[in-house]
């Protein structure tokens, strides 16, 4: 069992820039979510999504966008990168209220 | 609307001493209150929650937490820090009716000196 996986750990992109972070789970979670941890400010919701075909804004959903095409995945993209999306990306998923699982994370920097 | 507020940024103990992390939380219903853990270059992962069943909850590692309705807290206990301990601790609470949504603190790193 894999758990929660995340691709890439690393990226560095330049302002303008786009990109897809993915996020896979072998656990048949209906619930995911990708969050956004800057220092200081604990882990801030970004967009989740309730199951297949179904995504919803989070607490800091602008210059993001997401898609739930298959269950086990959930890409987050960003289609214009700006610096203050340098940040590290965790995604998670879940079945039980408030039992979330997460991956190890992606470090990106926007230059 | 529910919030949590971790009182401490940093918290520094010795190895073998007993560890305190303080959360004091603020909702309209009754809350479902978790610690997630840290750990350097990790994702998180759920340390204990607490459901409104006992009032002093167990989690993994020795830790435990008491919730307290009068004191509106949530703090997270440790009777003897071991050097493994040391890592970043959210208090969160789960969104009522939120589809699972969770509201995390802004964290406590935890320092464990030999």
């Known amino acids: 069992n894999a758990g929660v996986t995340q691709t890439p750990k690393f990226r560095v992109l330049k302002t303008g820039q786009s990109m897809t972070l993915l996020c896979a789970q072998d656990m048949n979670h209906e619930y995911m979510y990708w969050y956004r941890q800057d220092p200081g400010m604990g882990l801030r919701l970004i967009h989740y999504?309730?199951?297949?075909?179904?995504?919803a804004k989070g607490e800091v959903p602008d210059g993001y966008n997401v898609s739930r095409l298959k269950k086990q995945n959930f890409l987050l993209g960003l289609e214009s990168a700006a610096p203050s999306q340098t940040s590290v990306y965790f995604c998670?998923?879940?079945?039980?209220?408030?039992?979330?699982?997460f991956g190890p994370g992606t470090r990106l920097t926007v230059t | 609307a529910q919030s949590v507020t971790q009182l401490d940024s940093h918290v520094s103990v010795s190895e073998g001493t007993p560890v305190l992390l303080r959360c004091n939380y603020s909702s309209s219903y009754s809350p479902s209150l978790f610690w997630y853990v840290q750990h350097p270059n990790k994702g998180l992962q759920l340390l204990l929650k607490?459901?409104?069943?006992?009032?002093l909850v167990k989690g993994i590692n020795g830790f435990e937490a008491e919730f307290k309705k009068s004191e509106t807290s949530f703090h997270l206990t440790k009777p003897s820090a071991h050097m493994s301990d040391a890592a970043e601790y959210f208090c969160?609470?789960?969104?009522?009716?939120?589809?699972?949504?969770?509201?995390f603190g802004a964290g406590t790193r935890l320092a464990v000196h030999p």
């Open positions: 969160v609470v789960r969104v009522s009716g939120g589809y699972n949504k969770l509201i």
């Open positions: 999504s309730v199951g297949e075909g179904t995504t």
């Open positions: 607490y459901t409104s069943a006992a009032t």
């Open positions: 998670a998923s879940g079945a039980v209220p408030g039992e979330q699982y």
